[in-house]
């Protein structure tokens, strides 16, 4: 059993404050700057706590790395400057990943769970590519050389951009093997042709991840409004957001589809926790709108997060991710269907 737990608590005044609630995973070394998507809404700071079974984490730090174990959790953060290493994006990425399988592997924790990518300038184009397909070279080339599968089965993740700051990768791993999601109405990122850049981006749709003691967890990634592989409505934020949460909608339905609890409230879009990310902070009230208006008077609405940060395609005004851990999973949770 895990005893994974997430807590999302707005505490305060500090508006404007400028710390991610994802970067708040682990704290890396005292002063070392990372790559954080700004806080928009609440207004109010956001604190985002994942818990395991431990209470007093001690975190180690280790080259780019900072982690802690927590019973048989991993949470950590790695951070590497891109702009001085000598690879470059490409290169920082394939660092972080190799330290970061190398850790896995000797920790005894192998399977990563959720994955947070943020780097600076994402969509600029530097020495012929942009910076995004840069990290999907590199992150690509690191899960090949450690014997990862970089397609099928490969994490829930993110990848936005920042006004500036290191590449970051905040992660949550574990003991127990993820069941990788895909979304039918999307080709798997892994698939996507060449034309999105000469490595796919690594990722699956959404993981399912048994928690033990009849719990599970849904980590959904990052979804934006992509339909087959093609960006639809550019240019109209809430006609992206609509297709977004009909991607979310997708998600989840094939995850319940696959899951051990097969209760109607075992994951449900109303009962997520979601975070977005919004490209122009002028579109925040249209995001914000569309989200509540399809979720309806609900916690999960009015929990909802909002973050500024660059998707990684210059076309898409609106990248959403959600999630549930699952803390009260109903009794007839394994009735044969
Ligand atoms: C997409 O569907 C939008 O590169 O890790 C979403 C989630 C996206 C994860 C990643 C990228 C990533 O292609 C972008």
Same mark, same amino acid.
């Given at each position: 059993?895990?005893?994974?737990?997430?807590?999302?608590?707005?505490?305060?005044?500090?508006? +404007?404050?400028?710390?991610?609630? !994802?970067?708040?995973?682990?704290?890396?070394?005292?002063?070392?700057?990372? !790559?954080?998507?700004?806080?928009?809404?609440?207004?109010?700071?956001?604190?985002?706590?994942?818990?395991?079974?431990?209470?007093?984490?001690?975190?180690?730090?280790?080259?780019?790395?900072?982690?802690?174990?927590?019973?048989?959790?991993?949470?950590?953060?790695?951070?590497?400057?891109?702009?001085?290493?000598?690879?470059?994006?490409?290169?920082?990425?394939? @660092?972080?990943?190799?330290?970061?399988?190398?850790?896995?592997?000797?920790?005894?924790?192998?399977?990563?769970?959720?994955?947070?990518?943020?780097?600076?300038?994402?969509?600029?184009?530097?020495?012929?590519? $942009?910076?995004?397909?840069?990290?999907? *070279?590199?992150? @690509?080339?690191?899960?090949?050389?450690?014997?990862?599968?970089?397609?099928? +089965?490969?994490?829930?993740?993110? !990848?936005?951009?920042?006004?500036?700051?290191?590449?970051?990768?905040?992660?949550?791993?574990?003991?127990? @093997?993820?069941?990788? *999601?895909?979304?039918?109405? @999307?080709?798997?990122?892994?698939?996507?042709?060449?034309?999105?850049?000469?490595?796919?981006?690594?990722?699956?749709?959404?993981?399912?991840?048994?928690?033990?003691?009849?719990?599970?967890?849904?980590?959904?990634?990052?979804?934006? #409004?992509? *339909?087959?592989?093609?960006?639809?409505?550019?240019?109209?934020?809430?006609?992206?957001?609509?297709?977004?949460?009909?991607?979310?909608?997708?998600?989840?339905?094939?995850?319940?589809?696959?899951?051990?609890? #097969?209760?109607?409230?075992?994951?449900?879009?109303?009962?997520?926790?979601?975070?977005?990310?919004?490209?122009?902070?002028?579109?925040?009230?249209?995001?914000?709108?569309?989200?509540?208006?399809?979720?309806?008077?609900?916690?999960?609405?009015?929990?909802?997060?909002?973050?500024?940060?660059?998707?990684?395609?210059?076309?898409?005004?609106?990248?959403? $991710? !959600?999630?549930?851990?699952?803390?009260?999973?109903?009794?007839?949770?394994?009735?044969?269907?």
């Amino acid at each position: 059993m895990s005893g994974l737990r997430f807590e999302r608590l707005a505490v305060g005044s500090h508006a +404007g404050d400028t710390v991610s609630p !994802a970067s708040r995973l682990l704290r890396p070394q005292p002063g070392l700057t990372t !790559a954080s998507p700004r806080l928009l809404h609440p207004r109010a700071m956001v604190h985002e706590r994942w818990l395991g079974p431990g209470d007093a984490l001690v975190p180690v730090h280790e080259g780019c790395l900072s982690y802690a174990i927590d019973g048989p959790l991993l949470f950590g953060t790695a951070v590497l400057d891109d702009a001085r290493h000598a690879g470059g994006l490409r290169g920082a990425a394939t @660092q972080i990943y190799r330290e970061l399988f190398e850790l896995l592997a000797c920790t005894g924790r192998p399977y990563l769970w959720r994955v947070w990518n943020y780097m600076a300038c994402i969509n600029e184009v530097a020495a012929g590519l $942009e910076r995004y397909r840069q990290f999907n *070279v590199g992150r @690509q080339e690191a899960f090949l050389e450690a014997e990862r599968s970089a397609f099928v +089965g490969a994490p829930a993740a993110c !990848a936005l951009g920042t006004s500036h700051g290191p590449l970051t990768v905040h992660f949550i791993a574990g003991r127990q @093997q993820p069941e990788a *999601v895909e979304n039918p109405r @999307q080709v798997s990122a892994y698939h996507y042709p060449s034309a999105y850049g000469p490595s796919a981006p690594t990722f699956s749709r959404a993981a399912l991840v048994d928690l033990g003691a009849g719990r599970e967890a849904l980590f959904i990634s990052g979804t934006a #409004s992509i *339909v087959g592989h093609d960006t639809r409505h550019a240019g109209d934020v809430r006609r992206q957001t609509e297709e977004t949460l009909d991607n979310i909608d997708a998600v989840v339905t094939r995850a319940v589809a696959g899951s051990a609890l #097969s209760g109607p409230h075992a994951h449900d879009m109303s009962r997520l926790d979601y975070t977005a990310y919004v490209r122009h902070e002028a579109d925040l009230a249209q995001v914000r709108d569309t989200l509540e208006r399809r979720l309806g008077n609900v916690p999960a609405a009015n929990r909802a997060v909002y973050l500024r940060a660059d998707v990684c395609r210059s076309d898409l005004l609106v990248e959403i $991710e !959600a999630q549930h851990i699952g803390g009260c999973p109903l009794p007839s949770a394994r009735t044969v269907r």
